[in-house]
């Protein structure tokens, strides 16, 4: 079955400092989306990436799309405390006529100010 | 603003009870999904539906039932809980357009079984 491995598990910055995670497949992907989950909270959707190569930008949030499709990444500029929380992958699976999804093992942020 | 709701934040049930585990959408969405979420796995799906009365089995079905019987109703069912089921559990639901299947959560409930 499909694999979805997210790296790094954790990850100290300092604020201001820049922040990357990255979610690679054992398959290729129809579609991707990222999810943020703050401490305490519930996962609250960020984006949803479909094309090959395709780059979207939230403010300071950078989000990629591998060419091969294979891959994705979620780049923070400028960390802020209000960043802080776990980042999860989420590649889309269509089965039955609908999709499912498959959630990474998250990356959990935290921001020291 | 789409709502999804959980019976309970937090739930206390000794090994061998049957547990419900209630979750309402209402913004007439047709997928609901069970997930369970422990540290370092992130979320494992359970069930799905995509629709009144049908049910997928997710990648963790084992010990677990569902019934959507209404289209805004999701219940998961866990007919003997055991310790290893102790875990947080979130709800979703998302509305099939095209492929952009935003999944919106409830607030989760805890279950711990002694």
């Known amino acids: 079955g499909q694999q979805v491995m997210q790296i790094p598990q954790y990850q100290h910055v300092q604020e201001g400092e820049d922040f990357t995670t990255y979610c690679n497949s054992s398959?290729?992907?129809?579609?991707i989306q990222w999810y943020k989950q703050r401490p305490g909270g519930h996962p609250v959707f960020l984006i949803q990436l479909v094309k090959s190569g395709e780059v979207k930008k939230q403010k300071r949030l950078t989000f990629q799309f591998g060419e091969a499709k294979k891959n994705s990444s979620l780049h923070i500029t400028a960390t802020q405390t209000t960043d802080v929380g776990t980042y999860f992958c989420?590649?889309?699976?269509?089965?039955?006529?609908?999709?499912?999804?498959?959630f990474g093992t998250g990356t959990r942020l935290k921001v020291l100010a | 603003d789409v709502k999804v709701t959980q019976s309970s934040r937090y739930l206390v049930k000794r090994t061998g009870e049957k547990v419900f585990l209630e979750c309402v959408q209402d913004m007439d969405h047709e997928n609901m999904f069970w997930y369970r979420q422990d540290p370092g796995l992130g979320l494992r799906l359970i069930y799905f539906s995509y629709d009144v009365k049908m049910k997928e089995k997710g990648d963790i079905p084992e010990g677990y039932s569902v019934s959507r019987e209404k289209k805004e109703r999701f219940s998961l069912i866990l007919e003997s809980a055991s310790t290893n089921q102790t875990s947080m559990y979130l709800c979703?639901?998302?509305?099939?357009?095209?492929?952009?299947?935003?999944?919106?959560f409830g607030p989760g409930t805890r279950l711990t079984v002694l």
């Open positions: 979703a639901s998302s509305l099939p357009a095209g492929g952009l299947d935003t999944q919106y």
């Open positions: 398959t290729t992907l129809s579609n």
């Open positions: 989420a590649p889309a699976s269509r089965t039955s006529g609908t999709y499912k999804y498959i």
